[in-house]
């Protein structure tokens, strides 16, 4: 199926051709949602849809004022601000805790290790309401709820499955032998595992801080809970925004945001081949 | 020393420090598995206190009715020896319990709590309690409560408000989860709900129902584009991977506000529609707030969840077999059919039940784009939470979700196994 062979009959043919065409069809449903995002943000009308003018390339139809909006307004500048303070922290408690225990659980005997793994891995499991609605809870009694400490905590935790998760991955193709070879040297734990393991196991610890800071950037259910007004990040502002009246400047905003999944999903790409290039996996 | 030469005699290998081998080979793997104990225990710690507490915080709420036993401790006691199942109301002891109880609960202004929690049961508590609070402290301590109570609001002589208070006066109730699941308390009793005040199992159902629909398109969209990255040269499907993984990082609200512009009545869908004239511009189809919103937008949202689970296990599934199958006389219909298909029956199921679960949880998109026939269970929940303030049966909902997500989790960590997840 992989090529179309000479001999092909016309039935063959027809359905060779047939089912790339499906497959080019749902390739279109999968991406065209996020492109007509793109030029529908430089619209110079407040619409949500094609201007004349814009489908005849008219450079008078286009305009960055949405960006504009984004950029002055002080809603949208407090939300970016929240979602750049508390992203980053929160990625830093579940890298930093992460990492720790994914080591720990990669030794040969670890007691309770399917238990272990299914209690911090739950976070991913239980879906974002349930898990909003007890923070919630627990939270305002012992006076978290409504404050940053809160919502970063719960971020970290939402974070951290994603952290063992690539990290314990990458710890299989870690090779034991070199963690004696470097106590026989002389080292101590502390600098073995800078010195020898960590940058061996660095791919996957930055790919699980992109995956712990992509699920704080983009969450909104819990924060939404944990949070009160003075944590109002981005994703919120965009919830509020569209449950509310739709402004245009979240086209904007939409725009940026795909902006920097590309950046983040090209990084993840880069490590990804890194990883697999430092395991021997492909010659590439 | 004799120790060990007794220890030589019995064959046993001695350490270089003289203690028998076995001993000290135990001690060694003692001290590792504390290290990696120690290790692991600072994040068990995190997720115990910032997430396993409050998940158990909730299952907690669902059954707590302290309020009542706190606010009326002398009423509950009184009440004990009334029957509720007869036609009588209380007698003049818990009267005159309720009327201490009242004046010591409006000096600390916790009637009106105990108000809106009995209200949930029966509308019409939260005033007649806020009344009783106020009125109390202004009654004649010589002449019988009962009569001064009746007088206040006749429905104190009413038994169904009696009825009430006894089925809540325990510190733990079912009710809140009798009543997620469409039922309530009598005192005959668990009964189901006036057929016009059952919502909940329909919302469970059409839940369940609209997140099978969206397993289904999933797999049906999701199915050769994952075929098509299993047969594709790796430099190519690689480039088509990416189209997969893009919407999958970009942010779930971009993705929820596209949907939003292109299926509006005035977006870009109806626009085209109209344009190429399949639709006049007076019928322009209603695509959001709907159910439909919800499952086209949601299909797309989960699509990715499906397609990388199903591509891993067809990646694994030797082209050969099929080759094979087809110089054994099978045509192309046959050949996927009975040899490539039931392989990769795995990845079918390890998606669908991926997509399934994520789906039943969700709360943004049916909140934005399903109106009122396309919401899930969690808005109710989130609803309860925040606008109708009823946390109990917040709770009480929750935990019915939670007990079916972790029944398919079971199910799911069986087939696949939960440290398998491939991430990207």
Same mark, same amino acid.
């Given at each position: ?16 051709? $047939? ?22 943000? %430089?619209?110079?009308?407040?619409? %949500? ?8 390339l ?8 949405h960006?504009q ?17 508390i992203?980053?922290v929160?990625?830093?408690? +579940? ?35 349930i898990?909003?609605?007890g923070?919630?809870? =627990?939270?305002?009694?012992i ?6 400490? $809160? ?9 951290i499955? !994603? ?9 299989v193709?870690?090779d034991r032998?070199?963690?004696? &070879?470097?106590a ?33 950037? *983009? ?6 809970f ?7 990040t ?15 400047t ?29 395991? $021997?996996?492909?010659?590439? | ?13 001695? +350490? &270089? ?28 710690? !995190? ?8 998940i ?23 009440l004990e ?7 009588? /109301?209380?007698?003049?002891?818990v ?6 109880? /009242? ?28 009344? +009783? ?46 009543? &997620? ?14 057929a ?7 919302? =469970? ?6 997140s099978?629909?969206?397993?289904f ?26 189209l ?5 990082w ?10 939003k ?9 109806? *626009? ?32 990715? %969840?499906m ?86 049966? &917040? @709770? @009480? ?9 972790l029944?398919?989790y ?6 696949? $196994? ?7």
């Amino acid at each position: 199926m992989a090529a179309l062979p000479p001999y092909a009959s016309t039935g063959q043919r027809l359905w060779y051709w $047939g089912f790339r065409a499906i497959c080019v069809a749902v390739l279109f449903f999968l991406i065209m949602p996020i492109l007509v995002i793109i030029p529908l943000s %430089f619209n110079a009308e407040n619409f %949500f849809t094609f201007t004349k003018r814009m489908l005849a390339l008219n450079p008078e139809a286009y305009s960055l004022k949405h960006y504009q909006d984004f950029f002055s307004n002080p809603d949208w500048q407090q939300a970016l601000r929240n979602s750049v303070t508390i992203a980053p922290v929160a990625t830093l408690l +579940a890298v930093a805790l992460g990492t720790l225990a994914a080591v720990g659980l990669s030794q040969p005997h670890v007691p309770f290790r399917g238990a272990i793994m299914a209690i911090l891995i739950s976070p991913m499991i239980v879906p974002l309401i349930i898990s909003a609605a007890g923070m919630y809870f =627990f939270y305002s009694r012992i006076g978290l709820q409504g404050t940053y400490w $809160g919502v970063v905590l719960a971020h970290a935790a939402l974070g951290i499955p !994603f952290v063992i998760i690539t990290v314990t991955a990458t710890l299989v193709g870690f090779d034991r032998s070199l963690v004696r &070879a470097a106590a026989n040297m002389g080292a101590g734990p502390v600098r073995t595992f800078f010195k020898v393991q960590m940058p061996l196991i660095l791919p996957g610890v930055i790919s699980g801080a992109l995956f712990a800071f992509i699920t704080s950037f *983009d969450e909104v259910v819990v924060v939404l809970f944990v949070g009160s007004a003075a944590q109002k990040t981005l994703p919120w502002q965009m919830f509020i925004g569209l449950r509310e009246q739709i402004s245009p400047t979240i086209l904007a905003v939409a725009t940026i945001l795909i902006a920097i999944s590309v950046v983040l999903l090209t990084v993840l790409e880069l490590l990804r081949r890194r990883s697999e290039k430092l395991r $021997g996996m492909s010659p590439g | 020393m004799t120790q060990a030469t007794a220890d030589q005699a019995r064959g046993s290998v001695l +350490a &270089a420090d003289g203690t028998p081998l076995k001993v000290s080979l135990r001690r060694a793997l003692r001290a590792q598995k504390l290290r990696a104990l120690m290790l692991i225990a600072p994040l068990l710690a !995190f997720i115990v206190i910032a997430f396993l507490m409050p998940i158990a915080d909730m299952l907690f709420r669902s059954v707590e009715n302290q309020i009542v036993p706190d606010t009326l401790p002398k009423t509950v006691v009184a009440l004990e020896d009334w029957d509720a199942k007869g036609d009588a /109301l209380p007698g003049e002891p818990v009267f005159a319990a309720l009327h201490d109880d /009242l004046v010591v609960a409006a000096e600390a202004k916790t009637h009106t709590r105990l108000g809106s929690r009995l209200n949930y049961e029966d509308s019409g508590m939260s005033s007649l309690l806020r009344a +009783a609070g106020r009125g109390a402290g202004r009654m004649n301590a010589d002449e019988p409560y009962e009569a001064q109570f009746i007088d206040m609001d006749k429905d104190w002589g009413d038994i169904e408000t009696w009825r009430t208070i006894k089925l809540y006066s325990g510190a733990y109730t079912d009710g809140y989860l009798l009543n &997620a699941i469409d039922m309530q308390k009598t005192v005959d009793g668990p009964e189901l709900k006036p057929a016009s005040q059952r919502i909940y199992v329909m919302l =469970f159902l059409r839940t369940m129902l609209l997140s099978l629909t969206i397993t289904f398109f999933t797999l049906l969209l999701g199915y050769p584009i994952a075929y098509l990255l299993a047969i594709l040269p790796l430099r190519t499907s690689n480039l088509i991977m990416i189209l997969v993984l893009l919407p999958f990082w970009t942010s779930l609200l971009v993705r929820t506000a596209s949907w939003k512009v292109l299926l509006q009545q005035q977006g870009v869908i109806n *626009d085209l529609l109209v344009w190429i004239g399949l639709i006049s511009d007076a019928n322009r189809l209603v695509m959001i707030n709907n159910a439909t919103g919800t499952i086209i937008a949601m299909t797309h949202i989960l699509l990715p %969840f499906m397609i990388l689970p199903l591509y891993s296990v067809m990646k694994t599934i030797p082209p050969s077999y099929l080759r094979a199958a087809k110089s054994l006389g099978a045509n192309d219909w046959t050949a996927f059919w009975r040899v490539y298909f039931p392989q990769s029956v795995p990845g079918v199921g390890a998606g669908a039940i991926l997509v399934f679960i994520l789906s039943i949880g969700y709360y943004i998109t049916p909140e934005l784009v399903g109106g009122t026939s396309g919401i899930f269970i969690s808005n109710r929940i989130a609803y309860h939470i925040s606008i109708s303030l009823n946390w109990g049966l &917040a @709770a @009480a909902l929750a935990t019915m979700l939670l007990i079916v997500v972790l029944a398919l989790y079971w199910v799911y960590d069986r087939m696949v $196994g939960i440290d398998n997840v491939k991430l990207g």
